[in-house]
Structure formats: C-alpha cells, structure tokens
C-alpha cells in the first residue's frame, strides 16, 4: 500500500492508517523535535502533539507529502513555541529567517564549551602548547624548557593549534557572529 493510499485510509477515519503512519512517521519527527528542545520527553510530547493535530485534520491533505511539509512546520513551531514559553530562547523574525537568540550568559557557557571540546580534539602535545601559551600566558622559552622542546617547536605546535581551533570552531562561527550582532543592537 502506497503512502497516499494510507492517507487516504487515514481521511476515511481509518485508525489502522493512523497507527501506520504515526510508526512511519515517529522517529524521523522525534529526531527533528529533538535537535530544538535537547529533552527526550519533551521531544516526545510534542511529536505526539503532532500526532493528533495529523489526527484531527484528517480528509484536509490529499497528498503525503504536502501533509508530511505541513506537520514537519507545525513541530518546529510548537518546538520554538515551548522554548520560548521556557524562556530560555527569544525568536527572533528577521528576513524570513528564524533567528533564535539565547540569554547571553547561556552563549557564553555554551561558547565555552565549544572551545574546551575544540581543546579536547586536539592532539595531546597541541593542547599542552596551546594551554600553556594561551590560556596560562607562558612565554615561548618557559614552554620550551618545561615540556623540553625546541623553540621552533613550540610555535609550531601553538600554530597547528590554532589552526585546528579555527577548523573545529568554523561550523559555528556564523551563528556565533549571528547571536553577537543581535545582542549589541
């Protein structure tokens, strides 16, 4: 059976059809809410939500995947909707983009974060050179005679550091940029 053909089973009040879809469409919607409220329950909750909204307007879709576009946006906002009722996220419309904005000292932990995960993903001697250089302040020469590595060395190391920071950190730098423009407005 074809997923119109279910549909169609679904606008005819077929609860069989609605069983079959919600299977069909449960883990897909779960892993979507997710990504925005970071809460397995919560997640859960408002897929169902979903669920019976897919419920309710039966007989209004005809088509699988207009109705699958129409829940996909109606779990999104519904997911924007219990973070911004948490208050722990503004939305912001700007453009026809969604831009969501966090209570700044939540960037800042979580900015923080990203750049002790970028530390942890380097490799050992890397961090070393790089903590020591930029986080605790140490002088080329000290790092060199307390880790018993040449000069050269040493810049080489902060330098490939660094660079492996920036890669690890590129994936973010937009939405970081993003949340700092919109807090200094």
């Not at 005819?12 to 897909?28: P, S």
């Not at 810049?155 to 490939?160: E, I, M, V």
Request: glycine share 4%; with cysteine; aromatic share 14%.
């Amino acid at each position: 059976m074809s997923k119109n053909e279910i549909l169609e089973n679904l606008n005819n009040g077929d609860q069989k059809a609605f069983k079959l879809l919600f299977d069909m469409l449960f883990y897909g919607f779960f892993g979507f809410a997710f990504r925005y409220v970071k809460n397995k329950e919560t997640a859960e909750e408002l897929v169902e939500d979903v669920m019976v909204l897919m419920w309710e307007k039966r007989g209004e879709f005809d088509d699988f995947d207009r109705m699958k576009a129409y829940l996909f946006a109606a779990l999104r906002n519904k997911s924007l909707d219990y973070l911004k009722s948490n208050s722990k996220m503004i939305l912001m419309e700007i453009g026809g983009l969604d831009v969501v904005e966090e209570d700044p000292f939540l960037i800042e932990e979580e900015f923080h974060a990203l750049i002790y995960q970028a530390l942890d993903a380097l490799p050992d001697k890397c961090r070393k050179v790089f903590e020591l250089s930029c986080l605790e302040g140490m002088k080329y020469k000290q790092i060199s005679e307390e880790l018993g590595i040449s000069l050269n060395t040493v810049k080489s190391q902060r330098s490939r550091a660094i660079k492996l920071i920036k890669i690890y950190l590129g994936k973010y730098i937009v939405l970081l940029l993003l949340t700092f423009y919109f807090q200094n407005l």
